[in-house]
């Protein structure tokens, strides 16, 4: 532990998996108190603060749907009665269902954009009536790749994570001068349960676009999650940082 986060109060949604999973524990190893929220996946929330706790480090995790403003209301409001301060938010939770645009249901695309937009927009407003009031903070938004490039037979989650690439910008814009930052990082080919379902020659396609030749860890975001929330990266703002191995140069 080197202590670049040591007693921030972190809030990372969906994190009990994959990438918030990662950014959770790395936050806790700096000397962060974590708060991860979860919405269908309640064991594995629970192990993550079980694996902080066994670190010595502190975490707890509360249910909460990214989609639903009371939820959100009500785990500001504890983190603001808990702790008295939210220092960084990780806009983390996300959905992704592919497909052609032709064969993309309305449901589908409501669903992309209330768990991928609405859910960063709802955590963001209300994280920032605390860091306003501190006048100091930092959002971090997960967008991806795909969100800066585009992809086939992914219009509508592409949109979605372009949508956090401009919400990023402008509340740089915004908050900036008001003491918070905010970032976004665009990560590439992760290996997370997201992409478990990948047919394997699709898979070997990938990684052959990919520089550096192998498929990303989860630990791989959540080191440049690290940069960006400590001092390290006090002075970058409004700025999309791909992590991609070298996919898209």
Same mark, same amino acid.
């Given at each position: 532990?080197?202590?670049?986060?040591?007693?921030?109060?972190?809030?990372? @949604?969906?994190?009990?998996?994959?990438?918030?999973?990662?950014?959770?524990?790395?936050?806790?190893?700096?000397?962060?108190?974590?708060?991860?929220?979860?919405?269908?996946?309640?064991? /594995?929330?629970?192990?993550?603060?079980?694996?902080?706790?066994?670190?010595?480090?502190?975490?707890?995790?509360?249910?909460?749907?990214?989609?639903?403003?009371?939820?959100?209301?009500?785990?500001?409001?504890?983190?603001?009665?808990?702790?008295?301060?939210?220092?960084?938010?990780?806009?983390?939770?996300?959905?992704?269902?592919?497909?052609?645009?032709?064969? @993309?249901? =309305?449901?589908?695309?409501?669903?992309?954009?209330? @768990?991928?937009?609405? $859910?960063?927009?709802?955590?963001?407003?209300?994280?920032?009536?605390?860091?306003?009031?501190?006048? /100091?903070?930092?959002?971090?938004?997960?967008?991806?790749?795909?969100?800066?490039?585009? /992809?086939?037979?992914?219009?509508?989650?592409?949109?979605?994570?372009?949508?956090?690439?401009?919400?990023?910008?402008?509340?740089?814009?915004?908050?900036?001068?008001? $003491?918070? =930052?905010?970032?976004?990082?665009?990560?590439?080919?992760?290996?997370?349960?997201?992409?478990?379902?990948?047919? %394997?020659?699709?898979?070997?396609?990938?990684?052959?676009?990919?520089?550096? $030749?192998?498929?990303? @860890?989860?630990?791989?975001?959540?080191? =440049?999650?690290?940069?960006?929330?400590?001092?390290? $990266?006090?002075?970058?703002?409004? %700025?999309?940082?791909?992590?991609?191995?070298?996919?898209?140069?």
């Amino acid at each position: 532990m080197t202590g670049l986060l040591k007693d921030k109060v972190v809030l990372v @949604t969906g994190g009990g998996r994959g990438i918030g999973k990662a950014i959770a524990l790395r936050c806790a190893d700096e000397g962060a108190i974590v708060v991860i929220t979860w919405v269908s996946h309640e064991n /594995s929330a629970t192990e993550v603060v079980n694996e902080i706790v066994k670190r010595n480090g502190q975490a707890i995790a509360v249910r909460a749907d990214v989609k639903d403003e009371e939820d959100v209301k009500s785990v500001i409001g504890k983190i603001k009665s808990d702790c008295g301060k939210l220092d960084v938010l990780v806009n983390n939770a996300g959905i992704m269902r592919n497909n052609l645009l032709l064969m @993309t249901k =309305t449901d589908e695309f409501d669903s992309l954009v209330a @768990t991928n937009c609405k $859910g960063p927009f709802l955590f963001s407003r209300a994280a920032a009536k605390i860091m306003l009031k501190q006048k /100091s903070g930092r959002i971090i938004n997960i967008s991806s790749v795909v969100g800066v490039y585009g /992809s086939k037979g992914q219009s509508v989650y592409s949109a979605t994570k372009s949508f956090l690439i401009g919400f990023t910008k402008s509340l740089a814009k915004e908050l900036g001068p008001l $003491g918070i =930052t905010v970032n976004a990082i665009a990560p590439g080919f992760i290996d997370t349960d997201l992409i478990q379902d990948i047919r %394997q020659e699709v898979r070997e396609d990938l990684i052959s676009h990919i520089a550096l $030749g192998r498929i990303g @860890t989860p630990d791989d975001i959540a080191k =440049t999650a690290i940069f960006l929330a400590s001092d390290l $990266g006090s002075y970058v703002n409004g %700025q999309v940082i791909g992590v991609d191995g070298g996919q898209v140069i």
